[in-house]
């Protein structure tokens, strides 16, 4: 089985602001590492994924988040954020040897933009 | 481009009454999946679906609920007698494969009960 923290439920910051969000797993196998977000009104859309290979991982919108299995974590980050990415950040996890996309998300995380 | 479409977006029902939220998942994808995320905490698997059975089902996911795949496109979650606390969001998605494909989701059903 697997568990996913995020460790801040809401990131407040100005626009083109670094930002980084925060998020920890744990499993006893192999995983497969997402970040999704959700817009207001909106369903879950997939920024990036980790599956194997190059731990940096570059998703859409200028976001990109480094995989550290020592440390378990992996975190989301955009060196300059827009009005626009006001949303909610979700972590997920799955096992890679499993047979199902059986995900297992975190709370989520609440970014705000401000001007 | 192709998506998942949920019908309807947002629906009330009384305690007690059998609802049925429907999913259109992508043509070519082969893998169903029901998600929940009541508010304020975190988004959970309900159920998967493959090959016309449910594959994995999570310990929510008991006697009261089924899904369905009634013809070639729709993919069903039915709740039988609703209580206050399904009340949630609701997320229909697909796979072409597993794991290390993507998951579309989509918009999702506001279930209220009332």
């Known amino acids: 089985a697997q568990s996913v923290t995020q460790l801040d439920s809401q990131v407040p910051v100005f626009e083109e602001a670094p930002v980084e969000l925060r998020c920890n797993y744990s499993?006893?196998?192999?995983?497969?590492l997402f970040w999704y977000v959700q817009y207001p009104n909106q369903g879950l859309q997939l920024l990036l994924k980790?599956?194997?290979?190059?731990?940096l991982v570059k998703g859409i919108n200028g976001f990109e988040a480094e995989f550290n299995k020592s440390q378990t974590s992996f975190h989301l980050r955009k060196p300059s954020v827009h009005i626009s990415d006001t949303a909610e950040y979700f972590c997920?996890?799955?096992?890679?040897?499993?047979?199902?996309?059986?995900?297992?998300f975190g709370k989520g995380t609440l970014l705000t933009v401000n001007p | 481009e192709p998506e998942v479409t949920q019908t309807p977006s947002h629906q009330v029902t009384q305690m007690g009454q059998e609802v049925i939220l429907r999913c259109v998942p992508i043509?070519?994808?082969?893998?169903f999946y029901w998600y929940r995320q009541i508010l304020g905490q975190k988004v959970e698997f309900l159920v998967s679906?493959?090959?016309?059975?449910?594959?994995?089902k999570s310990e929510i996911f008991d006697d009261q609920f089924s899904v369905e795949r009634p013809d070639g496109s729709n993919f069903t979650l039915k709740i039988r007698s609703t209580k206050l606390e399904d009340s949630a969001m609701y997320f229909c998605a697909s796979s072409k494969g597993q794991g290390n494909t993507e998951a579309f989701f989509g918009q999702g059903t506001r279930l209220t009960v009332v």
């Open positions: 980790y599956l194997s290979g190059s731990t």
């Open positions: 679906f493959y090959n016309n059975e449910i594959s994995e």
């Open positions: 043509s070519n994808h082969l893998y």
């Open positions: 499993s006893s196998v192999s995983v497969y």
């Open positions: 997920a996890v799955t096992g890679s040897g499993g047979s199902n996309y059986k995900l297992t």
